[in-house]
């Protein structure tokens, strides 16, 4: 039975005909005019069709602050040359992290609007996320389409790797064959337990399932990449796909979890949208980079006021959360928090993460022909200075740390089913601290250098 079919048949699950004048209805049914009304989507595809690097090299894209190494002593020593890419480099990376993030949520816009299909008095809602998961789809695009062009006039082919499979003899292939079944077999067990777990957990609630995990029964969707592979494994967010596919509430749970993703990118595409603002009023050259996050900071405003909405409101009208259900949404923003907000790059302004993930890209970048390919030695005598002393660029990654945990506390304060370590975001604020991640930076550092000098 398709989406559309199952909508016309259910209309009193969950009683909600009296709720019809809902003020969060009235918001969601304006969301969805107002985002099809305005819709940029053909005008960011058209912006990366024609992006042409030459033409957009000669010009930050934003603030200089937005800028790879910003505020390190390497920076203050860079040739004008090397600050423009690593501002450029910086868009590229951050909009690379935000198509892999974009990535995840059009899979789970599908499952949790499978589950929605089935309350009665969600369709404009579902409409609305499949209208969203279409304009992901374009975005993702243009950002790769644009990082693409911008990482090979900067950086050369070679950053994208070798060809693997040259380099792979018929014995290794036959391994690596024996292995994926090896892997398969062993998936097939944990996808069992999963789904055992999941129903167990959700007994009663059969009739909630998601159309689309139910589509696609012969195998589990996963997320990897983007803020899902910095959060937990696969195997974590298959168990994850089946229980934000199963049950109302989890389904708008995992609306407080999109939610961190919207206002982690909203941290630093604002500055991009200002700056659009500030050249078209004076009738400067607009970059195209800046241009595409200034469209898609309008689209994706929708796609924030229904996360904050769903998340916010929407999940009062179905049954109240079992313990399981607490527990799981409390574990759920305890790994985002961990994952992807406790720490405070050195190099990645709006980054809270550790430099650790990023330690062999910088090295990449030091030895790459942008710094006339650097000596191994130099190359781990500017990290140690960029990662591992204090400097400037921590203090401004600091100041959009306070702003964006000022943003988390306000929104996670109203979920009364949330401990206190996530609403207050604890593990957040715990990581804004420049000692911290310089410690943790020296441990990192000397590892690395291990590794290469071995
Ligand atoms: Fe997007
Ligand atoms: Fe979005």
Same mark, same amino acid.
């Given at each position: ?73 390497? =920076? ?56 969203? !998961? ?87 969707? !996963? ?43 909203? !941290? ?25 996050? #200034? #469209? ?18 929407? =999940? ?34 709006? !980054? ?9 890209? =910088? ?92």
């Amino acid at each position: 039975m398709s989406i559309v079919n199952v909508l016309n048949k259910k209309t009193t699950d969950l009683n909600i005909s009296g709720d019809k004048h809902k003020k969060h209805l009235q918001v969601i049914q304006k969301t969805y005019q107002n985002n099809i009304e305005s819709d940029y989507t053909e005008k960011i595809e058209a912006l990366g069709k024609n992006f042409d690097y030459s033409t957009n090299s000669n010009h930050f894209w934003g603030d200089r602050q937005l800028s790879t190494l910003y505020g390190s002593p390497l =920076y203050e020593q860079a040739s004008h040359a090397q600050k423009l890419a690593l501002n450029h480099l910086y868009w590229v990376g951050q909009y690379q992290h935000t198509a892999s993030a974009e990535a995840n949520t059009m899979l789970y816009n599908q499952i949790t609007s499978g589950v929605f299909a089935h309350v009665g008095g969600y369709e404009t809602l579902c409409q609305e996320l499949d209208f969203e !998961t279409t304009q992901e789809r374009h975005h993702i695009n243009t950002f790769h389409k644009i990082g693409y062009k911008t990482k090979i006039a900067l950086l050369g082919k070679e950053s994208f790797g070798n060809s693997l499979h040259k380099k792979l003899n018929h014995q290794t292939q036959n391994n690596l064959l024996q292995k994926f079944r090896e892997l398969h077999n062993k998936e097939s067990i944990q996808d069992f337990t999963f789904r055992f777990l999941t129903k167990l957990m959700h007994q009663g609630k059969e009739n909630y399932y998601s159309e689309y995990l139910k589509q696609k029964s012969n195998s589990i969707p !996963t997320a990897t990449g983007g803020l899902a592979g910095v959060t937990a494994s696969p195997s974590v967010f298959k168990y994850l796909s089946l229980n934000w596919g199963s049950s109302p509430f989890l389904a708008a749970q995992y609306y407080s979890a999109r939610m961190v993703a919207n206002m982690s990118l909203k !941290t630093y595409e604002y500055h991009y949208y200002k700056h659009f603002r500030e050249l078209e009023k004076k009738g400067e050259f607009i970059p195209t980079p800046i241009a595409v996050s #200034y #469209y898609h900071l309008l689209d994706e405003s929708f796609h924030t006021t229904m996360s904050q909405t769903i998340a916010q409101e929407v =999940y009062k009208d179905f049954p109240k959360p079992t313990t399981y259900e607490k527990l799981l949404s409390n574990v759920i923003i305890l790994l985002l928090q961990r994952g992807l907000l406790s720490g405070l790059s050195a190099a990645l302004p709006a !980054t809270f993460r550790d430099d650790v993930n990023f330690i062999p890209s =910088y090295y990449r970048l030091l030895t790459s022909p942008l710094f006339n390919q650097m000596h191994q030695q130099d190359a781990l005598h500017w990290m140690k200075k960029c990662l591992c002393e204090e400097h400037e660029g921590f203090y401004v990654n600091l100041k959009y740390h306070q702003s964006l945990l000022n943003d988390l506390r306000r929104f996670f304060d109203r979920l009364e089913y949330l401990w206190p370590v996530n609403r207050k975001m604890r593990l957040m604020a715990e990581g804004g601290s420049i000692e911290k991640a310089i410690k943790r930076n020296q441990i990192a550092f000397k590892q690395f250098v291990t590794s290469v000098t071995a």
